[in-house]
């Protein structure tokens, strides 16, 4: 699923170059941009990937409520992705992926403290190197825990970080999240960090 697809293309080059897709949800809740979705679907001969009119968190709830379920969520909304997390862990399949791309690097960095808080629940410090601080990366990650950990239907989880890229004004990472005790507790530590 694509809550925030825009023209749709990262999802129609997924389903053209990943094998075994059944479906992926475009959204956008932008008309124009979901017109520009279903011409370019209909342009690529494109025909598991369905395109849709709708808030992304609306979209996500409605998944939620129905009981439906994704392997993948990415979110790329061009901001601080901080208030789509809940939603977008609510709907992940068992060993999901959730691919996070936070773009508001300046608050990640300390440029806006009130902001850092209020999203993130901490407060980075300002200093030359930006874009070097693993706390901007530990900040993401301390907000996504938080997100699984306040969930009802969580009791136990692993997150597994396979990527963490920062670049220029965005900070992505990509996190497979396993549910289930058996993996719990052949993981030595139930919450770590690795300090930088």
């Known amino acids: 699923m694509e809550p925030l697809a825009?023209?749709?293309l990262r999802s129609?080059?997924?389903s053209r170059e990943v094998p075994y897709i059944r479906g992926i949800i475009s959204n956008n809740m932008n008309e124009q941009a979901f017109e520009l979705i279903r011409t370019n679907c209909l342009e690529n001969n494109v025909?598991?990937?369905t395109p849709t009119c709708s808030d992304a968190l609306a979209l996500m709830h409605r998944f939620s409520e129905a009981k439906s379920k994704s392997h993948v969520v990415d979110l790329d909304p061009y901001r601080s992705a901080a208030v789509l997390l809940d939603a977008a862990v609510q709907i992940l399949y068992e060993n999901g992926l959730l691919c996070v791309t936070c773009t508001d690097m300046g608050v990640l960095c300390g440029v806006a403290p009130g902001a850092s808080m209020g999203k993130y629940g901490s407060i980075s410090v300002k200093c030359s190197g930006m874009h070097e601080q693993v706390m901007s990366c530990k900040m993401m990650i301390g907000r996504l825990c938080y997100c699984i950990l306040s969930s009802v239907h969580f009791e136990s989880y692993l997150m597994i970080h396979f990527i963490i890229s920062a670049r220029d004004y965005s900070l992505s990472s990509i996190i497979?999240?396993?549910m289930t005790i058996?993996?719990?507790l052949s993981c030595t530590y139930r919450m770590f960090y690795f300090p930088a």
């Open 176 to 178: 497979k999240i396993f």
């Open 6 to 8: 825009a023209s749709g």
């Open 47 to 49: 025909t598991n990937v």
């Open 12 to 14: 129609i080059r997924f």
């Open 182 to 184: 058996n993996k719990l």
